[in-house]
């Protein structure tokens, strides 16, 4: 396929090009300084500029752009980029396939979104069909995924990967923790009570991958591990393949003071499973937390 694709040079795009590259496809990259490969085409998704050209030269389209959550301290400012990189690159996409003609759309857009669609749950698990929760991720959530309407309406196959917590040493949820795990001054957030949807980094790929090609598979999927943990064993597990003790726990308020108004979202409980992957009979190479956990800290 020729797939065209917007955050290519994040944590998970730069490792779906490698894997999409290798399995034979031509990925186009879309990115907002003047190209420097072939490979490359410039947008300005803050001005809703792209040719339309591009899109059209696609089969299928993948948008994993956004600011990172997790990457700075949260204040206004950040707030706000953290919804616009979403909304606008979301935006731009979806309007430019449904300008198209028919016979020009590509056939799939697979577009980032996150379970923070579901705000805090505490212990009652969700699937794709419950609502959105509260708070400030669910509502960045609502909007980004609404923002995908256009192509949807025009008749494209859209799928909203509501991604959880990829597990990789080199990013996302383990990076931050593994110094802390290292130097045995890590432990449980909070209470430890609140659950976390992982999914090991070669699942997230193998899911997206499955998802590009499943033309009977459209709205939103969760792409997370089919055995969601608490705080407390994940960090139990952790310390355990590590080998290093974890009896140093983070309390809520130093949570609140380090991250400010991001640390209401790192306490949050979301209880998620992958009723979508389970139904259409999705492999998971590492379906529990250990096996993946392991995968992330030696691959």
């Known amino acids: 396929m020729r797939i065209l694709m917007a955050g290519a040079s994040g944590f998970l795009g730069t490792r779906l090009v490698d894997r999409l590259t290798a399995d034979g ?17 410039q947008w300005n998704p803050s001005a809703a500029q792209l040719d339309p050209a591009v899109v059209a030269a696609a089969d299928a389209v993948v948008n994993l752009a956004g600011a990172g959550v997790g990457d700075k301290r949260w204040n206004d400012d950040y707030k706000k980029l953290i919804r616009s990189s979403r909304v606008d ?3 731009t996409l979806a309007i430019a396939i449904a300008g198209l003609p028919a ?9 980032s979104s996150a379970v923070g669609w579901y705000g805090n749950t ?14 400030f991720l669910a509502d960045v959530c609502r909007v980004w995924e609404a923002a995908t309407r256009p192509a949807e309406d025009a008749g494209v196959r859209v799928v909203r990967l509501r991604t959880g917590l990829p597990l990789h040493r080199d990013g996302g949820l383990l990076k931050p923790q593994l110094l802390p795990f290292k130097l045995g001054i890590a432990g449980k957030l909070g209470s430890g009570r609140q659950w976390l949807p992982w999914i090991s980094m070669r699942d997230w790929l193998d899911a997206a991958r499955f998802l590009l090609d499943r ?10 591990g089919p055995a969601p943990v608490t705080n407390a064993e994940f960090t139990k597990e952790l310390a355990r393949q590590l080998h290093r003790p974890a009896i140093m726990p983070i309390p809520a308020l130093a949570l609140k ?35 993946a956990l392991h995968a992330a800290l030696t691959e």
């Open 257 to 291: 003071v380090a991250l400010g108004g991001f640390a209401q979202e790192a306490l949050t409980s979301t209880r998620v499973l992958p009723a979508v992957l389970t139904k259409a009979n999705f492999h998971y190479t590492h379906p529990d937390l250990a096996s």
């Open 122 to 135: 505490g212990d009652r698990a969700v699937e794709e069909d419950s609502p959105a929760g509260e708070g």
């Open 25 to 41: 496809h031509q990925v186009t990259r879309l990115v907002r300084r003047p190209p420097r490969t072939p490979d490359e085409r």
């Open 215 to 224: 033309d009977d598979i459209g709205g939103p999927v969760n792409v997370v």
């Open 89 to 91: 690159t979301t935006t």
């Open 103 to 111: 016979a020009d759309r590509p056939t799939v857009l697979l577009n």
